[in-house]
């Protein structure tokens, strides 16, 4: 594996390209740190995949299949013809340059092909020579090229460097998102089996078992019993989860990595102690144990396979709405996609808080609601006795989510639950919160190991705006409401930021949460001291 | 270099119908009459083919682009421009798009300074790009009074405020010198920044060169080479009546002017310049962020192959009983 380059020299970047290069000239080479594993053979064949073979892409020969340009072109004319969106996308941006430098991979790079308009260019250049007029005839002159092995192997490397975040749509006067190119670029590739071990793993993983990690039904169990034991053990109280519980009001559905590992499991902790408090009638379930897709990060249709799980497990559980968990990509796909994937849910209700009544009708047809929008409306109407003062360690900041932020608007309500559960809270700067947020740099299955250095390149801006709040209000939690953000901004800050603790809003309002019968506790939901109780307070 | 082809390009085309309509008296029918018939038909027909191209790709997903708070809870202010969740409120933020350019004003500047990411305000792209448009729509109407034969008292009025200054003879148009500035911005911003330079095409610049060139040449007939303004609505009035006629002595810097719009009309449907259109048909600025309230369609979902309960269950039977998991087959 290569060795992450210290901070000093990953910060020696460069934003102007050289002077008189073609961007068309310029050779790719697959960097090691930059990149993901090849897929394995068993994972794509679990999932039906083409292609499937075990593959490196650090190998010359990438063991495409016969005419492999064919297929591509194919399924690029079938796309064209199928999504407006990457049709209008291919045709009307004008290089205005708006987006180049709002990419968080090239701020923290400043590799010219990490422009969103220039990741763009690497398709529209051969969407222009196979689907265009001026493209076929004027060849270079009209900015089009021909597809072979060394353009294939130039997306494989940038579009598996496209988090989808959305940020460049943000500024773009046409909203032109270069999430809607990268999808359509993993669509081909993994029509050639040139999908990454970090994504196809987890896809036939949560296939197969239910969940990303792969964790059988009764590993569940252990991991919840586990969070159980460590509840009681801070709060005295006893709690006792259900799964798989028929006739269940309903059923909560958050990505598995809460399950598996901190700092996601506080998060889940948290979401337990809520319910039990509330003495919610809902249940998990072992079938549909994973709120996130990593097929969107292959195609459209894996996604629609993985997502099937949700509404089909609600279905024979006879729930009568969802509430779903902390996550970013998993809400895209809930507030985007399930419902015309998937639904009509017309099997459930519209959700209705069984505590204050509200009837939530922004999820009158999806019937599944973000768990901060049930918390949020849970304070609101005094529903819950909170003591923010446990909080007092911790001088907190908010990173918005780029899914929760720019494909639905989720930004006031977990403000409102942070504020209400801590009394330390100071935003980032504007420009890099709210619609303008950024990504963590691991979005879209980047979250591996292997490509570290791209990770804590595309962490950059991020962890940029936390060490500025951390200098000015000294800031020392991020919080946040996405289960990767959990794992990777963990690493990024590790990385850039030292000594920021990475928290799900979810565990700070547990942290503060005063349950019925609870007693006096002595540590937050991590086992360490609460403010005052401890020695050298 | 990208920019000279089309530099020479539109230098080519100007001298073809200078030295054209100079040489020789026949060409003048191809430069008044068969070029702006043949331009306006492969613009109007070219134009509709594409948009039409476009609505034939169905939308399968809700996706817009939310810049703002969601319609969620009663008590959290909703923001409707930014994230609609109705057609009205669509348009809302539609008309803020094409207006004044709403999405382009957000833009920022990325630099890095002493080891830190800094973001400063920049608005010089989005002030040009506006002050072109702007400009080059109120010329665009402007030259209404030549297809008719009574000046409406708008053209009259969109006039007054053009030479509000009355200054000159003829009366010197702020937008003719807004134009040319704005357009002097946008061809000097490509050159000059290393990351525009570097992502930008030959189709780039050729627009920019052509309208400057159109401008120009408007500009100099008005206020310097001083053509045979009745002459022009003669041949102007001819071609929309379809009885064209060729009248004498209007001058070649009028033929200059003319065939370069004919080249950008035959240009634009195969071009970017279709953001015209395409602005309005964009996905994620034209649908209402409504995809949990009503369910969007997509005409061509179809069945996918899923892993059912069923066959999970068979996979754990075992493993779910022996841990307590209620199960639909014993």
């Avoid at chain 1, 992450?4 to 008189?20: Q, R």
């Avoid at chain 1, 879209?444 to 709040?469: C, D, F, Q, W, Y």
């Avoid at chain 2, 134009?47 to 809700?62: A, D, E, M, T």
């Avoid at chain 2, 609505?233 to 001819?238: A, P």
Wanted: charge should be neutral; charged fraction near 20%.
């Amino acid at each position: 594996m290569a060795k992450l380059p210290k901070p000093e020299e990953l910060l020696k970047i460069n934003y102007n390209p050289p002077g008189n290069e073609d961007w068309m000239e310029r050779p790719t080479e697959l960097k090691q740190g930059n990149f993901c594993w090849g897929a394995k053979g068993k994972n794509l064949a679990t999932v039906e995949f083409p292609n499937a073979r075990d593959w490196s892409p650090v190998d010359e020969d990438w063991k495409l299949p016969q005419d492999w340009e064919g297929i591509v072109l194919e399924a690029m004319a079938d796309r064209l013809s199928k999504y407006r969106s990457f049709k209008i996308f291919m045709d009307i941006c004008v290089r205005c340059g708006a987006c180049a430098d709002k990419c968080h991979f090239f701020i923290g790079g400043g590799d010219p092909k990490n422009m969103p308009v220039l990741r763009a260019e690497l398709m529209r250049s051969v969407y222009r020579r196979y689907f265009t007029a001026s493209g076929k005839y004027l060849g270079k002159l009209a900015g089009a090229r021909t597809l072979d092995t060394k353009v294939l192997k130039e997306w494989w490397y940038y579009f598996y460097q496209c988090t989808e975040c959305r940020r460049c749509s943000v500024f773009c006067p046409y909203g032109i998102d270069t999430a809607e190119i990268t999808m359509m670029a993993r669509e081909f590739t993994n029509l050639l089996g040139l999908n990454t071990d970090w994504i196809s793993g987890p896809v036939a993983n949560c296939y197969m078992k239910g969940n990303h990690l792969g964790l059988e039904p009764h590993a569940i169990m252990n991991s919840v019993e586990g969070m159980v034991d460590d509840i009681e053990t801070i709060t005295g109280i006893r709690i006792n989860p259900s799964f798989n519980r028929k006739g269940a009001e309903i059923l909560f559905v958050t990505p598995s990595g809460d399950l598996f590992a901190d700092p996601g499991t506080f998060t889940a902790m948290g979401y337990m102690m809520l319910f039990h408090e509330l003495g919610l009638d809902y249940t998990w379930s072992t079938y549909a144990s994973e709120g996130g897709n990593f097929g969107l990060f292959t195609s459209n249709e894996m996604a629609k396979r993985l997502n099937s799980k949700i509404y089909a497990e609600a279905k024979r559980l006879g729930v009568k709405y969802i509430i779903g968990g902390e996550c970013g990509h998993m809400w895209r796909v809930l507030n985007q996609y399930m419902d015309t994937w998937n639904g009509p849910a017309d099997f459930m209700e519209v959700p209705k808080s069984p505590i204050t009544g509200t009837v939530f009708e922004n999820a009158a047809s999806t019937k599944m609601i973000h768990v901060t929008e049930f918390t949020a409306d849970l304070i609101k109407n005094n529903k819950l006795k909170l003591d923010p003062s446990r909080n007092d360690d911790l001088v907190v900041t908010y990173h918005d989510s780029c899914n929760t932020a720019r494909g639905m608007g989720l930004l006031e309500e977990p403000r409102y639950v942070i504020n209400s559960v801590c009394n330390k809270f100071h935003e980032m700067p504007d420009n890099t919160i709210r619609e303008r947020t950024f990504c963590c740099g691991s979005g879209t299955g980047l979250n591996a190991s292997e490509n570290m250095e791209i990770r804590m390149r595309g962490g950059l801006p991020r962890a940029n705006a936390v060490k500025h709040v951390k200098e000015q209000h000294g800031v020392n939690t991020l919080a946040n409401i996405c289960a990767i953000d959990r794992a990777t901004l963990s690493a990024s800050m590790d990385y850039w930021v030292p000594g920021t603790r990475v928290a799900g809003v979810h565990e700070l309002v547990a942290n503060a949460l005063v349950m019925t019968g609870e007693k006096e506790r002595e540590t937050n939901l991590r086992g360490e001291p609460l403010p005052g109780k401890g020695g050298n307070e | 270099m990208k920019a000279v082809l089309p530099f020479i390009a539109v230098v080519v085309f100007t001298l073809l119908a200078l030295v054209g309509v100079s040489v020789a008296q026949g060409t003048q029918v191809f430069f008044g009459v068969i070029m702006p018939y043949a331009a306006v038909a492969v613009f109007v027909a070219g134009f509709i083919y594409r948009v039409v191209q476009w609505g034939k790709s169905p939308v399968p997903f809700c996706i817009p682009t939310t810049c703002g708070q969601q319609k969620s809870l009663p008590w959290i202010k909703h923001d409707k421009l930014e994230n609609p969740d109705t057609t009205m409120q669509v348009v809302g933020r539609m008309l803020l798009e094409v207006l004044v350019f709403r999405s382009l004003f957000r833009n920022l500047k990325t630099e890095l300074k002493e080891g830190k990411v800094v973001y400063g305000s920049e608005k010089f792209l989005w002030l040009a790009g506006l002050a072109f448009h702007w400009s080059f729509l109120f010329i665009f109407v402007r030259h209404y009074r030549f297809f008719v034969t009574d000046v409406p008292s708008v053209i009259k009025m969109m006039e007054g405020v053009d030479s509000f200054f009355q200054v000159g003879a003829p009366l010197f148009y702020m937008t003719d010198a807004v134009i040319l500035a704005a357009l002097t911005f946008l061809i000097f911003r490509r050159l000059y920044l290393a990351q525009i330079r570097y992502i930008s095409l030959i189709a780039d610049y050729f627009p920019l060169f052509l309208i400057f060139g159109i401008a120009l040449s408007g500009i100099l007939m008005r206020y310097i080479f001083k053509v045979h303004i009745v002459g022009v609505k003669q041949l102007v009035m001819g071609l929309l009546t379809f009885s064209p006629a060729i009248p004498q002595g209007v001058g070649a810097i009028f033929y200059v002017h003319l065939f370069l719009i004919c080249v950008l009309l035959m240009y634009f449907p195969f071009s970017k310049l279709m953001h015209m259109g395409g602005v309005f048909m964009s996905p994620t600025r034209n649908m209402a962020n409504d995809s949990r309230i009503v369910r969007h369609i997509n005409p061509w979902n179809y069945p996918v192959h899923v892993h059912t309960y069923e066959e999970y269950e068979n996979d754990f039977r075992e493993k779910m009983k022996k841990a307590g998991l209620p199960v639909e087959k014993e």
